[in-house]
């Protein structure tokens, strides 16, 4: 019984600090650089490979970076534990960068900001809250294997007028990778 409990609570205090930190910061997540020819990756979150992928100088956008820790089980807010504590801190930034070790391929880093320091919108219905970026922290962009050649022309204009690496991607013959083409 006392085992049910403290999980039933310890359900509630995470649902309950998910809620009360997504009301105040927001998180910006990156893959690292290994995986720009991932095909799962681009799979995933480049729009089925129509998309692009967008190589950024992580030192122009933070020095706070956290990489996500993959592992089978959650972590657990400690039971009771005071939440100015230092046991109780570290527990909240586990929780905040640890994902299933399913996800482990995406090598992921995340960075988290106030969301007041971001430009608020309401796109569809839905508040959405958008980082500025720094100036010159983008360093390249590669276009998906199935972009229309009208779009990636556009991209590698964009590309080359601000001084930024271009790269178009094809399907390797052989392997089960993305080859870039510059």
């Not at 039971?79 to 930034?93: L, M, R, T």
């Not at 994902?99 to 608020?120: D, G, I, P, Q, V």
């Amino acid at each position: 019984v006392a085992r049910k409990l403290k999980s039933e609570l310890s359900k509630r205090d995470f649902r309950s600090l998910i809620d009360q930190a997504s009301k105040v910061f927001g998180v910006l997540c990156f893959a690292s650089d290994k995986q720009k020819d991932n095909i799962l990756m681009w799979s995933h979150y480049a729009k089925e490979h129509k998309g692009v992928s967008i190589g950024f100088e992580s030192s122009k956008l933070s020095n706070n970076w956290f990489e996500v820790r993959y592992d089978n089980e959650r972590v657990e807010l400690p039971f009771g534990e005071d939440e100015s504590s230092p046991k109780y801190q570290e527990a909240v930034n586990s929780i905040l960068c640890t994902k299933h070790n399913s996800w482990s391929y995406e090598s992921e880093f995340r960075f988290f900001t106030r969301l007041e320091h971001c430009e608020k919108k309401l796109i569809e219905g839905k508040e959405m809250f958008f980082f500025k970026l720094p100036d010159n922290c983008i360093k390249e962009i590669i276009t998906g294997v199935k972009m229309p050649d009208s779009e990636k022309s556009i991209i590698k204009k964009i590309a080359d007028d601000e001084s930024i690496t271009y790269f178009d991607s094809e399907m390797d013959t052989r392997n089960f990778k993305i080859n870039l083409i510059v």
